[in-house]
């Protein structure tokens, strides 16, 4: 099978994160029986069609806007930037304060969570207990000749992508140039679509659908065996290897001192479990929370903010009774309908979303747990809130080898953006493990201790050393045998006792050392216990959000263009996000209206309602709304001749572009109750006349 070369580097960078989408666009394009029978699902939520019209937005024209506006740059540009790296100017910046405002306010104040703020700066000890020294990493190949660095499951997605949707233009267009499998020539840089076999369609869809779930081998795998080249080169590229993510450094002048750039915030907040707990006054369940700055060496970062080098996360950290894993509130978004991805349908080959109730989610154990469940919930109440497109929002389970070996279920809140579907929040109930393991290097106790009313009475099989000729045999190795017999589970301790009175010893495996355990050394005896205190160490929930990605997807769901005029383009930010609420300006350059113009201003700001005023003489009121339109102010105050002769005010409203009249003080309450969401502008229309507009 030859595959030569389809599409050009720079279209490869734009196709490089796109995810899922094309399966299921193939979907309803094929017309085959087999591909129609193969992908089932009772509720599909999205077609096809709807989610395609969504998505196709004018990327280079945003971008250029974006870039024109300052609402994010490359930084260091004037040097030549460094990818994965961006400055946020003053439209990014605000958004992404007001983001992380709102984020605080539906989180940390509305669920009561002890926020914190802990050091970037991470001795290695700490992430090498976590496991990020071992684990965090991607897998990296390279060009063979060239050694351009690819990241691999993204080059299999993208690359397996692009003959998917060359495929489906082929069956759209009739333009079958069927030969066996896949070839595709380039003519004159017109591209020849290809129509690919059924079964190669099935194939590709089922591994798209589990590109998360491969390891390396499986990885090299698909690229052997489907011919998987840099697309810019044709050349092969090399096995997949382990890269791992973190930016080392080292602390202090000796440089003996290892440490890394922080990955993530959780790691600093559950190494202060105990503090946290001391001051939640002992009381679980409880929660911690963090916004900051976390780095990521990413192998090839493409697709803007999406994913960068250095960005900014917000962290929760839940910790619950492992035996109880309810929720008070949870009847609050029982009733949410939210789209589930679940892991068995991807595991099926299949990205069919089943729209589903929260409530009937957790009863059914799709989703694990009702703490789960409602975080779940809150998540999507808060992406809503913040302008995502409901409809452009999916939970999407991990599939068993993608999730961490000890979380026991995961979900990412991915929103659809031109680039796909992409994870904005993580979502995992990551069991006990990280106190656990920090517990255990640092000797420090990271558990709850809660007082019984009823004493748990229970019998346990303990192993009881003889003192006198325990430590005379194995000498210098006894404390270690000693600690590691206490450490055995009931189970093992059972295995042992059985061993011990039918054979009368046991071997103890610690340390690659083998130590024989005879019945003249220790008994194992069931004994009772009566405990007043239960000591557990709590599981933990986290949602864990990336306020970049949250950021752009918002900016692609809010961006539309004028009906009519594709060069008028406009944010459709809502008030709470809005980086300034309200534009001030002048009807003309007359000199009468100043004074009007710093008051309004001043009187917003005084009310903490962000104003901006555009006053530039040069520019005609259509081109001043239109251009404060591209930083998504939601609402315009004018001053006219009229405002001169009786005080009285317009105010415009950004997306109908519908204006009402009325006095100063009338118009500056009506916006305050405006931007502060205690009134809308439908109700407002129900009490006010529109006026005519000038025209823009
Ligand atoms: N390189 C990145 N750039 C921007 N945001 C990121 C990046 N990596 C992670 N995030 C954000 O941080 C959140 C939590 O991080 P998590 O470790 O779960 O991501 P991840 O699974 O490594 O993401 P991905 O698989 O896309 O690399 C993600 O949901 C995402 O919003």
Redesign the pocket.
């Known amino acids: 099978m030859v595959y030569f070369r389809l599409f050009s580097p720079s279209k490869f960078s734009k196709t490089i994160f796109s995810s899922k989408t094309l399966v299921k666009k193939h979907l309803s394009l094929s017309s085959s029986q087999t591909l129609n029978s193969y992908f089932h699902s009772s509720k599909i939520l999205h077609t096809n069609s709807e989610m395609e019209a969504s998505k196709k937005i004018d990327r280079a024209a945003l971008d250029s806007v974006l870039t024109k506006r300052f609402f994010f740059v490359p930084s260091f540009s004037i040097y030549g930037g460094v990818a ?1 790296l961006y400055d946020y100017g003053p439209i990014g910046s605000a958004l992404q304060q007001n983001l992380i405002n709102i984020w605080r306010q539906h989180f940390v104040v509305e669920e009561d969570m002890l926020e914190m703020d802990g050091a970037i700066i991470t001795p290695a000890e700490v992430l090498k207990t976590s496991g990020h020294v071992d684990k965090f990493t ?1 897998f990296m190949c390279n060009d063979s000749l060239t050694n351009e660095i690819f990241r691999a499951d993204h080059l299999v997605e993208a690359i397996l992508e692009e003959r998917l949707e060359s495929d489906q233009l082929a069956r759209q267009l009739g333009d079958l140039t069927l030969q066996k499998n896949v070839t595709v020539k380039k003519q004159k840089g017109v591209k020849v679509h290809v129509k690919l076999e059924d079964q190669t369609v099935v194939e590709y869809s089922e591994i798209l659908a589990q590109i ?1 779930n491969y390891g390396k081998e499986k990885l090299h795998e698909i690229i052997i065996k489907h011919d998987i080249r840099n697309p810019a080169t044709n050349n092969t590229v090399t096995p997949p290897v382990e890269f791992n ?1 973190m930016f080392d450094s080292s602390i202090g002048p000796t440089g003996h001192l290892k440490g890394y750039l922080r ?2 915030t959780a790691q600093s907040q559950f190494v202060n479990f105990s503090r946290l707990l001391e001051f939640n006054n002992q009381k679980m369940p409880f929660a911690s929370a963090m916004v900051g700055k ?1 780095f ?1 060496n ?1 192998i090839s ?1 493409r697709s803007g ?5 250095e ?1 900014n ?1 917000a ?1 929760i950290e839940h910790y619950v009774d492992p035996e109880n894993k309810s929720h008070p509130k949870f009847h609050e978004v029982a009733d949410l309908s939210i789209s589930l991805l679940p892991a068995s349908t991807q595991q099926s080959g299949s990205t069919n979303i089943t729209q589903i109730t929260i409530g009937e989610a957790v009863s059914l154990k799709i989703i694990d747990n009702e703490t789960l469940g409602y975080f779940i919930g809150r998540i999507y109440l808060f992406l809503v809130k913040v302008g995502i497109d409901k409809n452009r929002l999916r939970f999407r389970q991990h599939m068993s080898n993608e999730m961490a070996h000890y979380a026991c279920d995961c979900w ?2 991915e929103i659809h953006s031109s680039y796909g579907w ?5 979502c ?1 109930d990551r069991s006990a493990f990280d106190l656990t393991v920090h517990s255990k290097k640092t000797k420090e106790k990271l558990c709850v201790r809660e007082n019984l009313e009823t004493p748990r009475v229970y019998d346990a099989l303990v192993p009881n050393t003889n003192k006198k000729v325990f430590g005379p045999k194995f000498k210098q190795s006894a404390k270690k045998i000693q600690e590691k017999l206490e450490s055995l589970t009931q189970l093992e301790l059972e295995e042992f006792k059985t061993s011990l009175e039918s054979k009368g010893s046991f071997n103890l495996e610690l340390d690659g050392q083998s130590f024989e355990l005879t019945k003249e050394l220790l008994t194992i005896d069931m004994q009772t216990f009566k405990e007043n205190i239960r000591e557990y160490t709590p599981n933990v929930i986290e949602p ?7 950021l752009y997807s918002l900016i692609e769901h809010s961006y539309y263009t004028r009906p009519g005029d594709e060069l008028r383009a406009v944010f459709s930010f809502n008030p709470l996000i809005a980086p300034f609420k309200v534009l001030v300006l002048p009807l003309s350059n007359n000199a009468s209206f100043s004074s009007y113009l710093t008051d309004i201003a001043r009187s917003l700001r005084k009310m903490g309602v962000p104003a901006r005023v555009d006053d530039a003489a040069s520019a005609s009121i259509g081109r001043r709304y239109a251009r404060n339109d591209e930083l998504g102010i939601p609402f315009a105050i004018t001053v006219d001749f009229q405002t001169v002769k009786d005080q009285t005010i317009t105010l415009r409203e950004r997306d109908s572009t519908n204006q009402i009249r009325g006095s100063q003080e009338e118009i500056i309450a009506l916006v305050v109750k405006l931007v502060n969401g205690n009134t809308s502008w439908s109700d407002v229309l129900q009490t006010h006349k529109t006026i005519e507009q000038v025209s823009e």
Not at 544 to 550: A, K, T
């Open positions: 994965g991607d998360d993510l990955p993530e976390s990521r990413e970062p903010l999406l994913r960068v080098r960005f996360m962290e990412d809140a992409i994870e904005c929040v993580g995992a864990s959000f990336g306020i970049g990605r949250i």
